[in-house]
């Protein structure tokens, strides 16, 4: 992340294409160390007003416009992790991460596929899982920016360095106690194909209201987790035990206003559902599957956090 100055003219090395093509891997560093897409755009947008605030000749003298960009990008996160959690001490209930469609219905999702920026598709992979993303949310803010930057982004410590703003065997440390936390909770994997027939059986199960089907479906020390954002109801504790979460599965569906719809939706890069009443979505669940049980349910029901979710393709197109 160094600068010099050349002989090359800048509008060659410094045009606009080259820069926005910029945007795409902002919007997935920002969204993997936040936890929300809205702010991971506010992130890019400040990242890009602070690169056209300089004046000409300063642009001309950076090297890297894309290092520089990253560089901005991580230390604005940085600071937004602080006074994230000062915030969340305030938030009403569980904080969950924004959860993330699949591409395909994150492109129909925005008024059409003609209208979609590539650039604001977050690519999904097992860094931006709901469990991992949850993990982070564990860490401390320099922790979380050394190890996305270094493990997940493969920038070394050196450039590290530079946005967390210590030395390259500091924010060595700090990847390497975050990789712990990781490493300590991962589970058995579980194949893909096979979450996804846990996660149809489930949901089978939940419309049958059959609590023992759900609680064999479940691992006895289960978590769920609901965030409503008090904006409307959900939990504001973690519902424990397999047995209890079954329960209340069952007494959700009993109490719902009218008849609610469950698709199988991809969440966060793995198989999840979307909950839909009178057509529209009022909850996306996700699941973290370790060997054949579900370990923890993540249901978020916060409607700033559904956007991505609203305009999504027909039911029909997806079961």
Not at 161 to 167: D, N, W
Not at 231 to 258: N, Y
Not at 269 to 295: E, H, N, W
Request: aromatic share 6%; charged share 25%.
């Amino acid at each position: 992340m160094t600068t010099r100055t050349n002989s090359t003219p800048f509008e060659a090395r410094h045009d606009l294409a080259a820069i926005t093509s910029e945007r795409r891997q902002l919007i997935n560093l920002a969204y993997r160390l936040l936890g929300s897409l809205a702010d991971a755009e506010d992130v890019v947008q400040e990242t890009y007003a602070r690169w056209y605030a300089m004046s000409p000749r300063q642009r001309e003298g950076i090297e890297s416009p894309g290092a520089w960009l990253t560089k901005v990008a991580g230390r604005i996160c940085l600071d937004m992790l602080g006074s994230a959690r000062a915030r969340r001490e305030s938030y009403v209930g569980e904080w969950v991460p924004e959860p993330l469609p699949d591409r395909t219905e994150w492109i129909s999702g925005r008024s059409g596929a003609a209208s979609a920026d590539p650039a604001d598709r977050v690519t999904l992979d097992e860094s931006i899982a709901m469990a991992f993303l949850v993990v982070l949310e564990s860490m401390s803010p320099a922790e979380r920016v050394a190890f996305i930057l270094h493990d997940v982004f493969r920038y070394p410590f050196a450039d590290v360095a530079e946005v967390v703003g210590r030395t390259p065997a500091a924010c060595r440390q700090l990847a390497s106690s975050a990789r712990r936390r990781v490493h300590a909770s991962q589970g058995l994997a579980t194949p893909k194909a096979r979450q996804a027939d846990i996660v149809r059986d489930f949901k089978v199960a939940w419309e049958a209201k059959d609590v023992r089907a759900l609680v064999g479906l479940l691992d006895p020390d289960a978590t769920a987790v609901g965030d409503g954002g008090g904006l409307v109801s959900a939990a504001l504790r973690p519902v424990e035990g397999g047995v209890r979460i079954a329960q209340a599965l069952v007494e959700i569906f009993d109490t719902a206003a009218s008849e609610v719809t469950f698709l199988e939706r991809t969440v966060n890069g793995q198989p999840g559902l979307v909950a839909q009443q009178d057509g529209v979505t009022i909850s996306v669940i996700a699941f973290d599957v370790v060997g054949d049980r579900i370990k923890r349910i993540w249901a978020v029901r916060n409607p700033d956090k559904l956007r991505p979710w609203t305009t999504t393709t027909s039911p029909s197109s997806h079961t």
